[in-house]
């Protein structure tokens, strides 16, 4: 396994907090906001209610005709709820899909940069990751010509994950559709659905049913903390899964279930709420980062990240994420994090408030200038 190098940046940030440092975080990957109160009701409710047992290993079965609902909805794709497992957020369902697919030297495509766990998964697993470079130039969208020129006998899988961690892309539907057709398993990444700030993000679904679909509440509803997430697959998967599932980890946490199910059918208001937030605040970042010089050839509309070109500072980002730290007091993630391609660029998080936001560009805007005449 390697590490996560951004835990390395937030845990060196709490070090510094403890000595009394005020330090801005633009590094972490995770929502500010509180959970929406029809979830936070919707659990103390499930344990009044005695929900604190073993649940069906593949999930409570209203949640996942809650999900079945939701994809329906807003996609338009009809999944039967037998097709769906509920997992303890999106990471393990992950690991049962790379646990399900590969036998050792198996390999699985995955973008460059992308989120900096699926190599590590990957390998868990016994496969090898492929990556394939994705640029700024093209807007950070993969190409399927790309992907087929990787395609081997070994090939089991390609990864995509739209909107995009680490660079807010949102895969258009024409390079969604190119790639479903281009005989790979496509497993889809979907965490970050919901969180689009221009035109809408489309599921695999809608071009092929027999992908493998990832995703979760821990973004979109800002419930990291409670672990919830879930995989729909091809029926034939289901009962293998299932019988992983059953051994690994019995079943996901049945309150928080229950929760699932308000989150999906009670917190449109919140959510949408939070997304207007986001909106606002990336606007106001991506303005900010470009005009203190960082290059961001595409503007990124989705999730909560910007990708930003820092080459002309630095061309070592681990470095420069660290100086940022202890010079600037703000934490931003290494762009070597999410592979080699990532190396020259800074992840800034705009999952904290825009007055936060904007105290950490002035700090990282006097430390350029200091920077400069040094
Ligand atoms: C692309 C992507 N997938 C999956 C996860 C993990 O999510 P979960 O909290 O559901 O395990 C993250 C978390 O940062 C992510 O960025």
């Given at each position: 396994m390697t590490p996560f190098l951004v835990m390395d940046v937030l845990e060196r940030a709490h070090a510094m907090e403890r000595q009394g440092i005020d330090v801005v975080h633009l590094e972490v990957g995770e929502p500010d906001f509180d959970i929406p109160g029809p979830v936070r009701e919707a659990v103390a409710a499930a344990l009044a209610e005695g929900h604190t047992h073993y649940t069906h290993s593949l999930g409570d079965f209203e949640l996942r005709?809650?999900?079945?609902?939701?994809?329906?909805?807003?996609?338009?794709?009809?999944?039967?709820?037998?097709?769906?497992?509920?997992?303890?957020?999106?990471?393990?369902?992950?690991?049962?899909?790379?646990?399900?697919?590969?036998?050792?030297?198996?390999?699985?495509?995955?973008?460059d940069p992308g989120y900096a766990c699926y190599p590590n998964f990957i390998r868990f697993a016994g496969g090898v990751p492929v990556p394939v470079p994705i640029c700024e130039e093209d807007g950070f969208q993969l190409s399927a010509e790309m992907v087929a020129r990787r395609i081997t006998s070994r090939t089991r899988a390609l990864v995509i994950n739209s909107p995009s961690n680490p660079t807010g892309t949102v895969l258009s539907g024409e390079r969604m559709e190119e790639i479903a057709q281009l005989g790979v398993r496509v497993i889809s990444d979907e965490i970050y659905h919901g969180l689009v700030y221009v035109g809408r993000e489309r599921s695999i679904l809608e071009f092929t049913d027999d992908a493998i679909v990832l995703n979760g509440f821990s973004k979109l509803y800002a419930m990291t903390g409670l672990r919830l997430g879930y995989l729909i697959a091809p029926?034939?998967?289901?009962?293998?899964?299932?019988?992983?599932?059953?051994?690994?980890?019995?079943?996901?946490?049945?309150?928080?279930?229950?929760?699932?199910?308000?989150?999906?059918?009670?917190?449109?208001?919140?959510?949408?709420?939070?997304?207007?937030?986001?909106?606002?605040?990336?606007?106001?970042?991506?303005?900010?980062l470009r005009k203190l010089g960082f290059g961001i050839a595409a503007e990124p509309t989705g999730a909560f990240y910007v990708f930003a070109n820092a080459r002309h500072i630095?061309?070592?980002?681990?470095?420069?994420?660290?100086?940022?730290?202890?010079?600037?007091?703000?934490?931003?993630?290494?762009?070597?994090?999410?592979?080699?391609?990532?190396?020259?660029?800074?992840?800034?998080?705009?999952?904290?408030?825009?007055?936060?936001?904007?105290?950490?560009?002035?700090r990282i805007e006097e430390y350029l200038v200091d920077r400069e005449r040094r």
């Open positions: 005709e809650a999900i079945a609902e939701h994809y329906a909805d807003r996609y338009g794709v009809s999944v039967d709820p037998e097709r769906i497992v509920v997992s303890s957020g999106t990471s393990p369902a992950m690991m049962l899909v790379f646990s399900l697919l590969l036998e050792a030297g198996d390999e699985v495509i995955i973008s029926q034939k998967f289901i009962r293998p899964i299932q019988k992983m599932q059953q051994n690994l980890f019995i079943c996901a946490n049945s309150a928080v279930q229950r929760a699932g199910i308000a989150a999906l059918r009670d917190a449109g208001e919140d959510v949408e709420r939070m997304r207007r937030t986001y909106d606002e605040r990336r606007r106001y970042m991506v303005r900010r630095s061309a070592d980002s681990y470095s420069l994420a660290f100086e940022i730290l202890e010079r600037a007091r703000v934490g931003v993630a290494p762009g070597i994090d999410f592979g080699a391609e990532g190396e020259g660029y800074l992840r800034f998080s705009y999952a904290n408030s825009i007055e936060r936001i904007a105290e950490g560009l002035d």
